[in-house]
């Protein structure tokens, strides 16, 4: 079975300041990792994702994740968050072999930035 | 751009009501999934379907079923609507291959009196 932990519900920023949104996995093998965004009344946008290859994984609207196989970790991170970044956010793994590309999400953490 | 849309953003019906859902998407993927959204539980997978009238129980498929007949429309049906069906509903979809991310709807809010 596979599945995902955010560990918090929500993480309170200041603009300029980095962001970070954590995420640990549990998968059977290899993960295919991924973070998407959720803006209000929207559906979920994709940020970036990580399939194989290096570690650092540079995504959209300036964000980036780091892969750690050995904490089994994907964090989410932008160096300067803006207040548009606020939104809620979702990590989600796949496993090699999860039967039709099936997705697993974490419960998401929503992300304040105050100007 | 790939676009993957739903029927209604919102919809009420009452309790015992059979409810249809539809999805439709115009990039001839092979996958399509339905999710519900809750606070604090993210996104559960209730079915998905990786063919034409092919489909695959998720995680929580009680009290819901799909339809697939043709390969862009994916349709959730709400046999008998309750009130802890009141939810977001989220479709996707993706290729086939598995480097590929899913590709959501705008969601569609259902409430249930």
């Known amino acids: 079975a596979q599945s995902v932990a955010q560990p918090e519900d929500q993480v309170n920023v200041a603009e300029g300041n980095p962001l970070t949104v954590k995420c640990t996995y549990s998968v059977s093998g290899n993960p295919y990792l991924f973070w998407y965004v959720q803006y209000p009344n929207r559906g979920l946008q994709f940020l970036l994702k990580?399939?194989?290859?290096?570690?650092l994984v540079k995504g959209s609207y300036g964000f980036e994740a780091e892969f750690n196989k050995s904490q089994t970790s994907f964090h989410l991170k932008k160096p300067s968050a803006l207040v548009s970044d606020s939104a809620l956010y979702f990590c989600a793994v796949r496993g090699l072999r999860a039967a039709g590309n099936k997705l697993t999400f974490g419960g998401g953490t929503r992300v304040l930035v105050k100007p | 751009d790939v676009k993957v849309t739903q029927s209604s953003r919102y919809l009420v019906k009452r309790t015992g009501e059979k409810v249809f859902l539809e999805c439709v998407q115009d990039m001839d993927h092979e996958n399509m999934f339905w999710y519900r959204q809750d606070p604090g539980l993210g996104l559960r997978l209730i079915y998905f379907?990786?063919?034409?009238?092919?489909?695959e129980k998720g995680d929580i498929p009680e009290g819901y079923s799909v339809s697939r007949e043709k390969k862009e429309r994916f349709s959730l049906i709400l046999e008998s609507a309750s009130t802890n069906q009141t939810s977001m509903y989220l479709c996707?979809?993706?290729?086939?291959?598995?480097?590929?991310?899913?590709?959501f709807g705008p969601g569609t809010r259902l409430t249930v009196t």
């Open positions: 996707a979809s993706s290729p086939s291959w598995r480097s590929y991310e899913q590709y």
């Open positions: 990580y399939i194989t290859g290096d570690n």
């Open positions: 379907s990786y063919d034409v009238k092919m489909k």
